[in-house]
């Protein structure tokens, strides 16, 4: 049987990116590869969950109004059409496989996920947030072993963030670092409109 270290899971909104103010359910996972100046998050603690124990829990925290459908012809199994499920950490694709994708797929339609881009993720997700650490080299036109990016989300600290846009994506993000230098990425994403500007409007709204 597998387990994954799970630090905690809870019902919230989408602070940032493209589907910022979604209402979304996150799983987040403890351990990460890198070490990063402005992180933000405890994810030293965690409990050892199967699949089905993390999926049971997601499904808890749906509110009883969203829409349901069938999962397939046949199959009495339904899944909510919303809220999404996002996974996150840490680093999620250090323990996120095919298994726990497929099954949460029978909870809910769309399954996300944020990482850094240094581990190949399951071909089942629905959508890749990719978010390069600056200390990490690039390699080629990928960040490493990253092998799908539909949104790439780099943290403005200055540096020179256009080497990025070689990596291939559906949309390119830009987000303050920690919320303390807004006005500066912004002069940039006006003055550099490939990028999108993305704020941590979870700090913003005080929630979680």
């Known amino acids: 049987m597998i387990f994954y270290k ?4 809870f019902y919230s909104l989408q602070g ?3 589907y910022a103010g979604s209402p979304a359910v996150f799983v987040r996972f403890s351990g990460c590869n890198l070490k990063c100046d ?15 124990s993390i999926c049971d829990e ?3 925290l749906l509110p009883s109004t969203s829409p349901k459908e069938k999962i397939a012809k046949g199959d009495d199994r339904t899944r909510a059409k919303s809220p999404m499920v996002v996974l996150t950490g840490g680093e ?5 496989d095919d298994k726990l994708v497929d099954d949460l797929h029978r909870v809910v339609r769309f399954v996300a996920i944020e990482t850094n881009g240094t581990r190949v993720v399951p071909a089942g997700l629905d959508w890749v947030t ?8 690039l390699a080629g036109k990928t960040v490493l072993l990253i092998q799908r990016v539909d949104e790439l989300k780099v943290v403005y600290t200055g540096i020179d963030v256009e080497p990025y846009l070689t990596i291939p994506a559906k949309r390119y993000s830009l987000q303050p670092c920690s919320m303390l230098n807004v006005e500066e990425t912004m002069k940039y994403v006006l003055e550099h409109p490939a990028w999108n500007l993305s704020l941590q409007t979870q700090k913003i709204l005080r929630i979680k």
Do not use: W
Request: charged share 20%; with cysteine; proline share 8%.
């Open 6 to 9: 799970v630090n905690e899971i």
């Open 16 to 18: 940032e990116g493209l």
């Open 38 to 52: 402005f992180c933000d998050t405890d994810f030293s603690s965690y409990r050892l969950m199967t699949s089905s």
């Open 58 to 60: 997601v499904a808890k």
């Open 92 to 96: 999620p694709a250090l323990q996120v």
């Open 130 to 137: 990719c978010s390069p650490k600056e200390h990490v080299p």
